[in-house]
């Protein structure tokens, strides 16, 4: 089974200018996860899809932050404009429904640099 | 809110020298919990979930166990390979869909 593909794999932008990531979910996952993993820190939820439709977006910065996943299948979550603080690396992670039985699978992620 | 906290941040460890990774955590009802592996450059890999306390589960050299405040895995006799650094997470009854709340993780170095 394929996995969890993100591109691109870094990018190095300068503040105030915009970024955005893809993500394409393994096969018939329904549910789709963007997660913030700062330098030395645990992954944090930004937001997460069920289909083309947000579940919870509770800790998405809104005001620079956006996100869509159109069909149901591919994602992409943009930053505009970027501030030194997001530099992290940017998750996708997806699952098959909301059952228990569900752990969640992660892509590589977007290693992103803001100067 | 759900709270994980994993200890130690960093653990050394010569090659066979077993040891346990501690995670605790409050959570208004626990769906599950879960273990992960993150080697560097790579996203999360999913090793574990346990549901209630008294729960164990295994695999080759880690043991993972559920109490109802806490969890711990263990690493028997470990090898180089399981240099990683383990993520813990919990997944709470009632929350949005089924997100994770992950610890910030303890980075393990295994020496030969």
């Known amino acids: 089974e394929a996995g969890v593909a993100q591109s691109p794999r870094y990018k190095i932008i300068e503040k105030r200018q915009s970024v955005a990531f893809w993500c394409n979910p393994i096969s018939g996952h329904a549910t789709l996860y963007w997660y913030q993993q700062i330098l030395g820190q645990g992954p944090k939820l930004l937001i997460q899809?069920?289909?083309?439709?947000?579940?919870?977006d509770s800790q998405l910065p809104k005001d620079r932050f956006s996100a869509e996943r159109l069909k149901g299948v591919d994602s992409t979550l943009k930053i505009q404009p970027a501030k030194l603080e997001d530099s992290a690396v940017y998750l996708c992670a997806s699952s098959t429904y909301r059952g228990r039985n569900s752990p969640l699978h992660f892509g590589n992620g977007t290693r992103l640099t803001v100067t | 809110e759900d709270q994980v906290t994993q200890s130690p941040e960093a653990l050394r460890l010569q090659e066979g020298e077993s040891s346990s990774l501690n995670c605790s955590y409050t959570v208004s009802g626990l769906r599950g919990l879960f273990w992960y592996r993150q080697d560097p450059g790579k996203g999360p890999e999913f090793l574990f979930t346990?549901?209630?306390a008294g729960e164990e589960k295994e695999k080759e050299r880690l043991k993972a166990t559920l109490t109802k405040k806490e969890s711990f895995l263990h690493i028997t006799a470990p090898k180089p390979e399981d240099s990683a650094t383990y993520l813990c997470a919990v997944q709470a009854i009632g929350a949005a869909g089924n997100k994770l709340t992950f610890g910030g993780g303890t980075r393990v170095l295994v020496k030969p």
């Open positions: 346990l549901y209630s």
């Open positions: 899809f069920q289909n083309n439709g947000v579940v919870d």
